[in-house]
T-cell receptor
Framework: DGGITQSPKYLFRKEGQNVTLSCEQN?????MYWYRQDPGQGLRLIYY???????QKGDIAEGYSVSREKKESFPLTVTSAQKNPTAFYLC??????????????FGQGTRLTVV | KQEVTQIPAALSVPEGENLVLNCSFT??????LQWFRQDPGKGLTSLLL?????REQTSGRLNASLDKSSGRSTLYIAASQPGDSATYLC???????????FGKGNQVVVIP
């Protein structure tokens, strides 16, 4: 089945530690996105990538980094510079470079908790 | 600012009643509007996508309308069931933005 796979489902980070969230899609989509979801708030865009080897900052990129070495993969690293990383992280993809007339698909999310 | 608003934040309805959820957006220059469902601790499941040129979309018990001139979309769920209990999110793809603007969602409880 085609879709987006995020792993792990739950992740715990110690203070000062970098952690990487995985996002893999087999939909052959060009564009991929990372969102952060906090209780009582809407989804906020962290980073997005429209093509391989290229990505742009979203609204809340500070303390995060990404790479896009393969079309199907878009990992997100939460660095120690991110002071409040506890949140639910969602990865999405669309089949064109940008939303246009295309439907967005989401993964099942990774819940990150600082311990 | 290109915003999306969903009111109320939470609502409860008895089983069998029709659900009506509203979404407002501030700019009519949109590519599309998408309705999602989110269960607790889960990702987003796409329910309906309405293109800018369309007035409505239907899938089973779900119907979504789009009125760009007034900046509104409505999601109708006919004959609600307890399994419809979830948070429903509206998202708008605005022209000139490579992102979706999300509302905060309507948390729905269908009471058996």
């Amino acid at each position: 089945d085609g879709g987006i796979t995020q792993s792990p489902k739950y992740l715990f980070r110690k203070e000062g530690q970098n952690v990487t969230l995985s996002c893999e899609q087999n939909l052959n989509h060009d564009a991929m996105y990372w969102y952060r979801q906090d209780p009582g708030q809407g989804l906020r865009l962290i980073y997005y990538s429209q093509i391989v080897n290229d990505f742009q900052k979203g609204d809340i990129a500070e303390g995060y980094s990404v790479s896009r070495e393969k079309k199907e993969s878009f990992p997100l690293t939460v660095t120690s510079a991110q002071k409040n990383p506890t949140a639910f992280y969602l990865c999405a993809s669309t089949n064109t470079q940008g939303y246009g007339d295309t439907e967005a698909f989401f993964g099942q999310g990774t819940r990150l908790t600082v311990v | 600012k290109q915003e999306v608003t969903q009111i109320p934040a939470a609502l409860s309805v008895p089983e069998g009643e029709n659900l009506v959820l509203n979404c407002s957006f501030t700019d009519s220059a949109i590519y599309n509007l998408q309705w999602f469902r989110q269960d607790p601790g889960k990702g987003l499941t796409s329910l309906l996508l309405i293109q800018s040129s369309q007035r409505e979309q239907t899938s089973g018990r779900l119907n979504a309308s789009l009125d760009k001139s007034s900046g509104r979309s409505t999601l109708y769920i006919a004959a609600s069931q307890p399994g419809d209990s979830a948070t429903y999110l509206c998202a708008v793809a605005y022209y000139g933005n490579n992102r979706l603007a999300f509302g905060k969602g309507n948390q729905v409880v269908v009471i058996p």
